[in-house]
């Protein structure tokens, strides 16, 4: 189809990965307000244009409708960057015990930036696509790490009792 998802494919090596996410910053106040206006003709033609049935081709309908959910609440939150990280991150945890990993997350937004570009013809452009990169980028960033803390939570529940310090019984 043409578009270009080089900049959110996710990388073979661990290592990559980690200096990428390390990386990874909130959008600008620009990239922001780009974000938002181009969300506000999405959401509006998302029914016309049928970018929930690109969702469904890859997804089940429901999945489609959490993802679309998600982004929306991703936008509305970019302003208030605690509450973008707090959501992002619970959802890695929760991505965790769907086992959902990591390495799939960079593909929702590439979809997605191919999926909005017909819908937005002109008004697309490298600076819009720069910005939604950088949304998604660190969105998938706050949730590989809320993964990777249920992940060892998940661990560490896992240990057993003897293995565990019992820290009950230790005088310091």
């Given at each position: 189809m043409g578009c270009a998802i080089s900049g959110l494919a996710a990388k073979s090596e661990l290592a990559d990965r980690s200096r990428e996410d390390a990386a990874v910053e909130h959008p600008n106040e620009e990239q922001i307000q780009m974000i938002k206006d181009s969300w506000k003709v999405i959401r509006d033609d998302i029914a016309k244009v049928g970018i929930i049935m690109f969702f469904i081709t890859n997804m089940t309908c429901f999945q489609s409708f959490r993802v679309m959910s998600f982004i929306e609440k991703s936008v509305a939150r970019l302003d208030q960057p605690e509450r973008l990280e707090a959501l992002a991150v619970e959802l890695g945890k929760s991505?965790?015990?769907?086992?959902?990993?990591?390495?799939?997350?960079?593909?929702v937004g590439a979809e997605f930036i191919c999926a909005v570009q017909p819908i937005l013809k002109e008004q697309w452009t490298t600076e819009l696509e720069k910005a939604w990169k950088t949304m998604f980028q660190f969105v998938t960033a706050?949730?590989?790490?809320?993964y990777q803390e249920e992940s060892a939570r998940q661990r560490q529940l896992a240990t057993s009792p003897k293995d565990r310090l019992d820290k009950r019984n230790t005088a310091l």
């Open positions: 991505h965790y015990h769907y086992n959902a990993p990591p390495k799939y997350y960079n593909y706050l949730m590989k790490q809320g």
